[in-house]
């Protein structure tokens, strides 16, 4: 079967099992790289092996990804009999190092907010307190808000519900009153902001990206509560695993730690 038959039959799967529009286009993008150096059906393990030697300037978790989609690609092709055997089942996956996360301090958040005009205040805010992700941020729509409580579609269109303190419910209350009813963060020709445009905004305004203020939140949200399960949920994450990632230790925490090694250190403590 030619590259042109199978690859849209492909990209209708991917579209029909309910995934994400980005991950549509990411898995595409990554087969469609393979396609342009092989014959899909009659690529074997040494042709995949050869092309992903020619990613190896790319990024660890990029390239993970990509042979990621590869797997993927060929696992729904063996299932649906274009080809035989899969040519990925003996290529080991990717190692991605672990890093640790970078974190957006308090203090560059709280003067960021100092001066910041109503709208970026709030951008701020649902990223830092209610540890939206970008494209989550950007869309979100008054509707979605329901007194104390923002309904979120996050990735795959899954739905969970996020609780808004004190701080963010008094800025978004103020956007309310300034803008009509529609997106809290309306675009000037579409119906929101685009979201380059706001990880613009809160890193002028902060001098971190999203993702930090992500991480700032949920350790936060962690170091306050020990509660994973519940930072789980509000981070909208699958499985603890990723939410653990998301974690960032203090010293302090680490100090603690440590000290609980020593031997008769719970005696000492319940004494």
Known sequence: MH???????????????FRADGTVRLRM?????LARRVQLTLADEHHLTVALGETRHLAADTRHSILSSW?????WAVARRFVLLDPTLLIEQIPVPVRM???????????????ATPRDRGLVMLGRYACLRLTEITTLHMRDRRGEVLLIRGK?????????????????????????????FPGETDGHL?????????????????????????TA?????????????????????TTQRYLHLDDDARRRVAAATEIGWSGRLAA
Request: net charge positive; proline share 6%; aromatic share 8%.
């Open 3 to 17: 590259n042109d038959v199978i690859l849209p039959l492909f990209e209708e799967w991917l579209t029909a099992s």
């Open 29 to 33: 993008r990554h087969v469609r790289h």
């Open 71 to 75: 797997k993927l690609f060929y696992r």
């Open 101 to 115: 996360p970078r974190v957006a301090p308090d203090e560059a958040v709280q003067r960021g907010l100092v001066n």
């Open 156 to 184: 795959g269109d899954k739905e969970r519900y996020v609780y808004v303190n004190q701080p963010l419910g008094v800025a978004l209350d103020l956007l309310e009153e300034l803008l009509p009813r529609g997106h809290y």
């Open 194 to 218: 685009h979201p380059q445009s706001v990880h613009k905004i809160i890193k002028r305004v902060t001098g971190w990206n999203p993702h930090a203020l992500r991480h700032a939140g949920a």
């Open 221 to 241: 949200a962690y170091r306050g509560t020990g509660d994973l399960r519940a930072v789980q949920e509000m981070l909208g994450h699958t499985s603890l695993s």
